[in-house]
């Protein structure tokens, strides 16, 4: 749904529209040339929503993540290599996060800033390790 461009005899989307992407959800905002690209909102199919710049069909900038347990985030994210590295601070307790993240949970390389201090390590699947993997 929303506005398209003929490119190269074919149709994109380009400005202000909704696409629905299966078992994943739905994105509203800006288009450039059929690419989630400017402002916009996805929200995803497990509750998740986030809310802020896009870049080339992915996260980059300033944006907010409301997790479906409560949890709400203010986001600064970018590629580096081919993963999403973002800086998240959690509005309610002021937790920090700066590192890899793969679907919006901590994965990799990262660094938390919590009440007691900094951690550093790898993190996977929302659970916390110091050190690396064997």
């Not at 993963?83 to 937790?95: A, H, I, K, R, Y």
């Amino acid at each position: 749904n929303g506005e398209t461009k003929l490119v190269d005899g074919r149709t994109v989307r380009h400005g202000k529209g909704k696409l629905t992407v299966f078992y994943e959800g739905v994105y509203e905002g800006t288009f450039v040339m059929g690419l989630k690209h400017g402002a916009g909102k996805f929200a995803y199919q497990n509750g998740d929503v986030y809310s802020g710049h896009w870049h080339k069909d992915q996260p980059s900038g300033r944006g907010t993540l409301a997790k479906k347990n409560g949890n709400a985030f203010t986001t600064t994210s970018g590629y580096v290599d081919g993963s999403l590295v973002v800086e998240m601070t959690n509005t309610m307790t002021g937790e920090e996060y700066a590192g890899v993240v793969v679907d919006w949970q901590r994965h990799g390389t990262g660094k938390m800033r919590k009440y007691s201090g900094i951690l550093n390590g790898w993190q996977q699947n929302g659970d916390w390790f110091e050190g690396q993997w064997m």
